[in-house]
Protein backbone atom coordinates (compact mmCIF):
# COMPACT_ATOMS: atom_id res chain seq x y z
CA UNK A 1 0.00 0.00 0.00
CA UNK A 2 1.49 3.04 -0.94
CA UNK A 3 1.95 5.89 1.63
CA UNK A 4 -1.35 8.41 0.52
CA UNK A 5 -3.37 5.22 0.96
CA UNK A 6 -2.28 4.18 3.96
CA UNK A 7 -2.77 7.71 5.80
CA UNK A 8 -6.29 7.64 4.45
CA UNK A 9 -6.85 4.35 5.52
CA UNK A 10 -5.61 5.11 9.09
CA UNK A 11 -7.94 8.81 9.04
CA UNK A 12 -10.94 7.09 7.07
CA UNK A 13 -12.48 7.82 10.57
CA UNK A 14 -12.09 11.45 10.43
CA UNK A 15 -12.71 11.77 6.97
CA UNK A 16 -16.59 9.47 7.86
CA UNK A 17 -17.00 11.99 10.33
CA UNK A 18 -16.64 14.81 8.22
CA UNK A 19 -19.05 13.21 5.88
CA UNK A 20 -21.74 12.63 8.11
CA UNK A 21 -21.60 15.89 9.97
CA UNK A 22 -21.78 18.39 6.69
CA UNK A 23 -18.09 19.03 6.90
CA UNK A 24 -17.25 19.38 3.25
CA UNK A 25 -13.61 17.69 1.98
CA UNK A 26 -12.15 19.63 -0.59
CA UNK A 27 -8.26 18.03 -0.82
CA UNK A 28 -7.37 15.13 0.73
CA UNK A 29 -4.25 13.95 -0.49
CA UNK A 30 -0.55 13.65 -0.30
CA UNK A 31 1.83 16.59 0.45
CA UNK A 32 5.25 16.07 0.84
CA UNK A 33 5.28 13.29 3.69
CA UNK A 34 1.52 14.31 5.38
CA UNK A 35 -1.97 13.92 4.28
CA UNK A 36 -3.40 17.09 3.70
CA UNK A 37 -7.00 17.84 4.88
CA UNK A 38 -8.67 20.72 3.61
CA UNK A 39 -11.88 21.91 3.90
CA UNK A 40 -14.85 23.92 6.18
CA UNK A 41 -17.03 22.68 8.83
CA UNK A 42 -20.58 24.67 9.24
CA UNK A 43 -19.62 25.76 12.39
CA UNK A 44 -16.67 26.34 14.82
CA UNK A 45 -18.34 23.33 17.08
CA UNK A 46 -18.28 21.16 14.36
CA UNK A 47 -14.67 21.85 13.70
CA UNK A 48 -13.56 21.34 17.32
CA UNK A 49 -15.33 18.01 16.73
CA UNK A 50 -13.11 17.04 13.84
CA UNK A 51 -9.96 17.48 15.40
CA UNK A 52 -11.47 15.41 18.48
CA UNK A 53 -12.08 12.68 16.19
CA UNK A 54 -8.33 13.11 14.88
CA UNK A 55 -6.57 12.94 18.16
CA UNK A 56 -8.59 9.94 18.72
CA UNK A 57 -6.87 8.70 15.92
CA UNK A 58 -3.75 9.76 16.58
CA UNK A 59 -3.16 12.12 19.19
CA UNK A 60 0.19 13.53 17.49
CA UNK A 61 -1.31 13.82 14.23
CA UNK A 62 2.52 14.04 13.16
CA UNK A 63 1.38 12.62 9.51
CA UNK A 64 -1.62 14.76 9.01
CA UNK A 65 -1.61 18.58 8.16
CA UNK A 66 -5.97 19.89 8.57
CA UNK A 67 -6.46 23.37 7.17
CA UNK A 68 -10.24 23.55 8.38
CA UNK A 69 -11.98 26.99 7.94
CA UNK A 70 -15.91 27.53 8.75
CA UNK A 71 -18.43 28.56 6.42
CA UNK A 72 -21.74 29.73 8.08
CA UNK A 73 -23.57 28.63 4.67
CA UNK A 74 -23.50 24.44 5.44
CA UNK A 75 -26.01 23.81 7.21
CA UNK A 76 -25.50 21.65 10.46
CA UNK A 77 -26.30 18.71 10.37
CA UNK A 78 -29.54 17.44 12.09
CA UNK A 79 -29.86 14.09 14.04
CA UNK A 80 -33.44 12.65 13.74
CA UNK A 81 -34.77 9.55 15.74
CA UNK A 82 -38.05 7.35 14.27
CA UNK A 83 -40.08 6.14 17.17
CA UNK A 84 -40.29 2.67 17.18
CA UNK A 85 -42.99 0.94 19.13
CA UNK A 86 -42.96 1.16 22.94
CA UNK A 87 -40.62 4.34 23.07
CA UNK A 88 -40.98 6.71 25.63
CA UNK A 89 -39.27 10.45 26.03
CA UNK A 90 -37.72 8.72 28.65
CA UNK A 91 -36.32 6.02 26.73
CA UNK A 92 -35.69 7.57 23.79
CA UNK A 93 -33.26 9.94 25.73
CA UNK A 94 -31.98 7.74 27.22
CA UNK A 95 -30.90 6.04 24.34
CA UNK A 96 -30.02 9.15 22.18
CA UNK A 97 -28.44 11.34 24.85
CA UNK A 98 -27.42 9.10 27.36
CA UNK A 99 -29.78 10.24 30.43
CA UNK A 100 -33.54 9.73 30.37
CA UNK A 101 -33.47 12.86 32.58
CA UNK A 102 -32.91 14.93 29.22
CA UNK A 103 -35.95 14.51 27.71
CA UNK A 104 -37.38 18.32 28.66
CA UNK A 105 -34.94 19.00 25.79
CA UNK A 106 -36.10 16.35 23.07
CA UNK A 107 -39.60 18.22 23.91
CA UNK A 108 -38.00 21.85 23.19
CA UNK A 109 -36.64 20.63 20.01
CA UNK A 110 -40.02 19.42 18.53
CA UNK A 111 -42.22 22.28 20.50
CA UNK A 112 -44.34 22.18 17.07
CA UNK A 113 -45.15 18.47 17.78
CA UNK A 114 -45.25 18.15 21.41
CA UNK A 115 -46.08 20.07 23.99
CA UNK A 116 -44.98 18.36 27.35
CA UNK A 117 -43.99 14.78 29.11
CA UNK A 118 -47.78 14.13 28.60
CA UNK A 119 -47.91 14.37 24.74
CA UNK A 120 -48.39 11.11 22.55
CA UNK A 121 -45.91 9.81 20.58
CA UNK A 122 -46.22 7.27 18.02
CA UNK A 123 -44.02 4.89 15.75
CA UNK A 124 -43.26 6.51 12.97
CA UNK A 125 -42.96 9.79 14.19
CA UNK A 126 -39.91 11.71 13.69
CA UNK A 127 -38.16 13.50 16.35
CA UNK A 128 -35.31 16.06 16.05
CA UNK A 129 -32.64 15.03 18.71
CA UNK A 130 -30.42 17.84 20.43
CA UNK A 131 -27.21 17.91 21.61
CA UNK A 132 -26.86 16.30 25.09
Same mark, same amino acid.
Not at 6 to 13: D, F, G, Q, R, T
Given at each position: ????????????????????? $???? =????? #??? *?????? !??? +???????????????????????? $???? =????? #??? *?????? !??? +???????????????????????????? =?????????????????
Amino acid at each position: MDRQAALKAKYAKVTEFAKAN $NVRI =DHLHL #EGD *KLLLQG !AAP +SEKYKNKVWDVIKEVDPTYADLTV $NLSV =DSSIP #EPI *KTYTVK !AGD +SLWKIAQEELGNGTLYPKIIAANSSKLK =DEKSVIHPGDVLVIPEA
